[in-house]
């Protein structure tokens, strides 16, 4: 039975208070730690863009980090910029207590359900098993914070990823994982963002070790996902001047490429660059 | 002799009117046809960032771009929204008339002459015969238009690069060249973005023809340019629901990753996706 809301399409849910004005709640069931993934915020954001503006998809979405924000009580401000016959652009900014805690700016437009990336070069899938030959994750991260986002998520692991978490990194920043909603739900198309930043850093497996907070990330949406299981892969080729980029990329069981995305993020300071 | 101001610089220069409001001559000299180049745009905000922020390095920009500005005069608004002990952050707008034409979102920082990029996976620069070896552009479009960004840049393809302009598409979706100032200037770390953005749509090779115009462009510096040749690449995975996505990289003489960039445009409605 897929007839009920899901967790996901609950916690995410806003209410307009005024146009141009949500209330939301941000869930703690969507952390890592305390801190709220990224991408489920992200998701919230793209809920009030999704009421603001005439179309649903996000085509682009640049969201750029100021602070950590804090389970509870959140404004949401959107300015519609500009609507054309293809994309609607706007605004958002997230705002608790008077801090604006994120921005966003993104272009919404309509990905048909037949919409499929044609491949036009350098564009496979990773490699990678089906999902009962990965690697479950369990309740916890591997440094023993509480992970409540892993309760909502059923997350199988490449075999030969996250090495760091047994002690063996890998040596290659690569991190390739099957998720899914552990409630049944279909994957909506704003769950993108937070399979993207749930997936552990991939430079774990190059040493580097601590926090990574992330400065600034783009969604790029290609196409709607039509299986429930869908294969996120984040890799890293370069960290330089104190941060990392880090890009990503989702794909469904049919070998469709669903989105990618890339992200700025700070190194921890104990690491080397 | 380079003791002068390049001609880059002076016509990316911003004139501070009060704090956050800057006015800019948009010049006709890095047009593409009628359009001024996206990248040269960037400049100009990014050199209006400069002013109002303490950092100079652009670490992470999204430039969302909602019309085409003229060439003329043109005003660039711009909000300190975070000054931190590594990042600065801001947002800016470039208005013509009442009529905001392009919006972004920026976080500054410092990235030291002696910063050079850690490999840590994934990045070697792409294969490329010296500028030597390479073919220089001529002074048009290959389909005829005039392009007065090519005076002022030394332009030399991969031999196998732009097929498509002799009339032969390679069928990889790839461009690779040299680029240099043609006034003899060293690259400050704006230019960048325009050369990132004047290079043909790595498209063409595929088959589609037309105008593709940017929809945003996200650009993330991670090393000053140390050699007067730089060379850049740009690459298209995918093409769906009427957009393409590229990829591309800045590397200087000795083999340093400068910038990588990735942006969202149209396809032209002819084509097939």
């Avoid at 100021?66 to 959107?78: D, L, R």
């Avoid at 994120?102 to 990678?128: H, K, Q, Y």
């Avoid at 920043?173 to 739900?185: C, I, P, Y």
């Avoid at 990330?217 to 880090?246: K, Y």
Wanted: charged share 20%; with cysteine; hydrophobic share 40%.
């Amino acid at each position: 039975m897929r007839a009920e809301r899901s967790r996901f399409d609950l916690d995410t849910g806003v209410e307009m208070r005024e146009p141009g004005l949500f209330r939301a709640e941000i869930s703690p069931e969507w952390c890592i730690g305390a801190a709220p993934n990224g991408g489920y915020l992200l998701a919230i954001v793209l809920r009030a863009f999704q009421a603001a503006l005439p179309y649903r998809d996000p085509i682009t979405v640049s969201c750029h980090f100021f602070a950590v924000p804090k389970v509870g009580n959140a404004e949401i401000e959107v300015d519609v910029l500009r609507v054309g016959r293809t994309l609607a652009r706007g605004e958002a900014r997230l705002i608790q207590g008077s801090v604006e805690q994120l921005r966003v700016l993104a272009a919404l437009g309509t990905i048909e359900p037949t919409d499929a990336p044609a491949l036009v070069g350098f564009g496979d899938p990773p490699a990678m098993p089906p999902p009962d030959e990965c690697v479950p994750t369990g309740a916890t991260t591997p440094d023993g914070r509480p992970s409540p986002v892993r309760q909502h998520l059923e997350i199988r692991y490449h075999p030969e990823s996250v090495g760091w978490a047994h002690g063996a990194p890998t040596g290659i920043a690569e991190v390739r994982a099957w998720m899914r909603l552990a409630d049944g739900s279909p994957p909506d198309n704003l769950l993108i963002p937070l399979l993207l930043d749930v997936l552990p850093a991939s430079v774990y497996d190059v040493g580097v070790t601590g926090w990574v907070p992330t400065v600034e990330l783009t969604v790029h949406q290609r196409a709607r996902p039509s299986t429930d299981w869908l294969l996120c892969s984040v890799t890293c080729r370069f960290a330089a001047a104190g941060v990392i980029e880090e890009n990503g990329e989702v794909w469904d069981e049919e070998g469709r490429l669903i989105a990618t995305c890339r992200q700025i993020a700070l190194l921890p300071k104990s690491s080397k660059s």
